[in-house]
């Protein structure tokens, strides 16, 4: 089975710091591994996606993740925050099922990110 | 736009009442899934029709019942509900396909939701 890990449920920093949200997964097969982010009373936008191609992985608004097979890890960070960071993230990895349709995404607890001026 | 429309984005039902939401994929995606999202608890899937096969999950309550009438529309029928149930109603759609080592799904697009109340 698989599972995903976010160490963190709420995290702070100040504007034009960096931001460093972590996340670790669990997985018997090669997975996919996404980061979403939620602002307030939206959707879940996708930031980034990891599907077995380069380990590290850009996504929109300047973030980045990569992927660290030994550490069962995939932790999102962004040089320098902005105050329109402030949301929820969440980590995601995908579910593999063998003879079956069903596949579904794992989600994460989800990360608070507040961005003090 | 995220080519994943859900209506209404709000609703107020009482506990005796019968509502729809609705969700409409333009993606051309073949999965589409059911989200409850409730304060300070993680997400939790409800449905998932994939390959339109419809995967029971044996720990909703029956007064939620999906409907997946071809594969840009998913419904979720309500009926009798707590004032519990009262959160935010993700639908989401994605791609899904074989790999090698079995089915894997590309990213989900999620919709904007429903904020429900039940009073």
């Known amino acids: 089975a698989q599972s995903v890990t976010q160490l963190d449920s709420h995290v702070s920093v100040s504007e034009g710091t960096p931001v460093l949200l972590r996340c670790n997964y669990s997985?018997?097969?090669?997975?996919?591994l996404f980061w979403y982010v939620q602002h307030p009373n939206k959707g879940l936008q996708l930031l980034l996606k990891?599907?077995?191609?380069?380990?590290l992985v850009k996504g929109i608004n300047g973030f980045e993740a990569e992927f660290k097979k030994s550490e069962t890890s995939f932790h999102l960070t962004k040089p320098s925050a902005h105050m329109s960071d402030a949301a929820e993230y969440f980590c995601?990895?995908?579910?593999?099922?063998?003879?079956?349709?069903?596949?579904?995404?794992?989600f994460g607890k989800g990360t608070k990110l507040s961005v003090k001026p | 736009e995220t080519g994943v429309t859900q209506t209404p984005r709000h609703l107020v039902m009482g506990m005796t009442n019968k509502k729809s939401l609705k969700c409409e994929q333009h993606?051309?995606?073949?999965?589409m899934y059911w989200y409850k999202q409730s304060a300070k608890k993680p997400l939790e899937l409800m449905f998932v029709y994939s390959l339109e096969e419809r995967v029971e999950n044996n720990s909703v309550p029956s007064r939620f019942s999906p409907e997946c009438p071809n594969s840009s529309h998913l419904f979720l029928h309500l009926h009798t509900l707590q004032p519990e149930d009262s959160a935010l109603y993700l639908c989401?759609?994605?791609?899904?396909?074989?790999?090698?080592?079995?089915?894997?799904?590309?990213?989900?697009?999620f919709g904007q939701g429903t904020r429900l109340t039940v009073v």
């Open positions: 997985s018997s097969y090669s997975p996919s």
């Open positions: 990891y599907t077995s191609a380069a380990t």
């Open positions: 993606l051309g995606h073949n999965a």
């Open positions: 995601v990895v995908s579910d593999l099922s063998y003879g079956g349709s069903q596949g579904n995404l794992i």
């Open positions: 989401a759609s994605s791609q899904t396909g074989t790999g090698d080592t079995g089915y894997l799904n590309t990213e989900a697009f």
